[in-house]
């Protein structure tokens, strides 16, 4: 009996730190969705592209040098510092440079979405340069991610260059997957995160110099610059990699798809914005075809460095 007890005691704290692992990946997801949202009150507040970026990095990577220290980790040296700033200078600025850009055209929800599309694009770079084979369920995937996508750009959804844009975020997210896969596994997600965020800080700050600062002007922008740092980038991270711990990379993966799901909840909400119908039901395809990817497939989110934009 007192195996017996020993065993279900260990199934019960273990099914409680699933669910739990469940519960933050599900808060991670709705962090990060909050990006596109707090992005349309930052230019709604005068702010432009390049001083929000240098504000939502530079802030974030403060914080993280603090958690840094309180885990008593280091920053990487040599060639792995190198290839770190190079996927935040370049990789995770075009990325978020783009994503926030398209904000401008189209709603949040309809980024999101089309941002979503990188799992597939990841599967198709990973067919180029690792020669992975497309198995038909990957074929199928594909198949109605296009499918999802030409409904999702419809006329009514947004204007042909925020389209555009948030397409091109989730392509250039997905080269900087697959840089980065390799390089985190060097380094802590802390210690990759910390020099991502920094070398983007530097690189927006240089961007934000060249096209003019647009610092907030009230005491409400701050505000908002504060959520985007704290619920929007740093808040994500951490319990992202807390439910990583706990249910694992594929779990972690698919559950990471609520994201762009909440968004549209988000704008619908507080921005009194909607998708047309046809728009929906693309996006809910190409939610489809990811979670038909991911299924079968190495988690395209497991990587807890690359875990900072959500992918947005």
Do not use: C
Request: hydrophobic share 55%; aromatic share 8%.
């Amino acid at each position: 009996m007192a195996l017996r007890s020993a065993a279900e005691e260990y199934s019960l704290m273990n099914t409680m730190n699933r669910f739990l692992g469940v519960a933050l990946i599900v808060i991670s997801a709705a962090a990060f969705s909050t990006l596109a949202i707090l992005g349309r009150y930052a230019y709604a507040e005068g702010m432009n592209t390049s001083t929000i970026l240098f504000l939502r990095f530079s802030l974030s990577t403060g914080l993280l040098l603090v958690l840094l220290a309180l885990r008593g980790e280091s920053l990487p040296r040599g060639l792995t510092l190198a290839q770190l700033i190079g996927m935040g200078a370049i990789g995770y600025v075009g990325q978020s440079f783009s994503f926030l850009s398209a904000l401008k055209y189209a709603s949040p929800g309809l980024v999101d979405l089309l941002l979503y599309l990188y799992p597939i694009f990841v599967a198709i770079l990973s067919a180029i340069w690792l020669h992975e084979r497309i198995t038909p369920l990957k074929a199928l995937a594909l198949g109605l991610a296009l499918a999802g996508v030409a409904l999702t750009v419809g006329p009514e959804g947004g204007q042909w260059p925020g389209i555009v844009l948030a397409i091109s975020a989730a392509v250039i997210y997905s080269v900087y997957i697959m840089v980065g896969t390799e390089v985190v596994k060097q380094v802590s997600a802390i210690q990759s995160s910390t020099v991502i965020f920094g070398s983007a800080g530097a690189m927006s700050g240089l961007l934000m110099m060249e096209s003019g600062p647009h610092f907030p002007g009230t005491e409400t922008g701050w505000i908002v610059i504060g959520l985007i740092v704290v619920i929007a980038t740093v808040l994500p991270v951490a319990t992202f990699l807390a439910g990583l711990a706990r249910v694992g990379a594929t779990n972690a993966a698919m559950l990471s798809t609520l994201e762009p799901v909440i968004t549209v909840l988000l704008a619908a909400a507080l921005l009194g914005e909607t998708l047309e119908p046809v728009a929906l039901l693309g996006g809910g395809i190409i939610l489809a075809a990811v979670l038909l990817l991911l299924s079968q497939s190495t988690p395209l989110r497991a990587t807890p460095a690359l875990a900072g934009e959500g992918p947005g």
